[in-house]
């Protein structure tokens, strides 16, 4: 009940495209929904959240699409640049618990 | 510079080798983190400390101990470790133990031979 599942795993898109990862999770006390960006050589990075109150969040060519009743959540990339190429991490959190990860997702955007 | 600040990047050492691993945030949060993160697999909690005090040990081979001497400093003492050991090894700070803001340093590369 504490997994958060991840697809794909790897995503090659061309610039100029959207890419789209889709998250699922079980326990529905979870209140808080992040997303990290992770750079070869880097640490993730907080890139945008939301919480289960709100279905949809934009920060400018990011944006997290939650649906509540499904238990699923997804993340869109508009106008996908090849510096944007990075493994994407989705993560669910019940506050006072710990940080529950999904696998990660490779993007490879094209030039 | 993300604030938390890890050494050294890279390692290498040998199964009977006893190396550490350091981390250190300017960021004034209480709670640390360690994270062992492995090609294809999710991110795993090893540790957490909150205001000095280990509250958390995910069931860790005693071949990794860690240390928080004060809320700004962690420390992964290792070993006689494993190959299967080798992985990223990633600190994060946030102001309490299990709050929303995580912030991640860039790693240690560890490679055991």
């Known amino acids: 009940q504490q997994q958060v599942k991840q697809s794909p795993q790897s995503l090659i898109v061309q610039k100029g495209g959207i890419s789209i990862i889709n998250c699922a999770y079980e326990n529905t006390a979870f209140d808080y929904f992040p997303w990290y960006q992770q750079f070869p050589g880097k640490g993730p990075a907080l890139l945008i959240a939301?919480?289960?109150?709100?279905s949809e969040k934009k920060e400018g060519r990011f944006t997290i699409s939650f649906n509540k009743s499904a238990k699923q959540f997804s993340l869109h990339i508009m106008d996908s640049q090849p510096g944007d190429s990075a493994t994407y991490f989705c993560a669910a959190i019940l506050y006072g618990q710990n940080f529950v990860f999904g696998p990660g997702t490779r993007l490879s955007v094209l030039p | 510079e993300t604030g938390v600040t890890q050494t050294p990047r890279h390692l290498v050492m040998g199964m009977t080798n006893k190396k550490s691993l350091k981390c250190e945030q300017h960021?004034?949060?209480?709670?640390m983190y360690w994270y062992k993160q492995s090609a294809k697999k999710p991110l795993e909690l090893m540790f957490v400390?909150?205001?000095?005090?280990?509250?958390e040990n995910n069931s860790v081979p005693s071949r990794f101990s860690p240390e928080c001497p004060n809320s700004s400093h962690l420390f992964l003492h290792l070993h006689t470790l494993q190959p299967e050991d080798s992985a990223l090894y990633l600190c994060?700070?946030?102001?309490?133990?299990?709050?929303?803001?995580?912030?991640f340093g860039s790693g240690t590369r560890l490679t055991v031979v």
């Open positions: 994060a700070s946030s102001l309490g133990a299990s709050t929303y803001g995580y912030t």
């Open positions: 400390y909150n205001f000095k005090e280990q509250t």
């Open positions: 960021l004034g949060h209480n709670a």
């Open positions: 939301i919480r289960p109150d709100v």
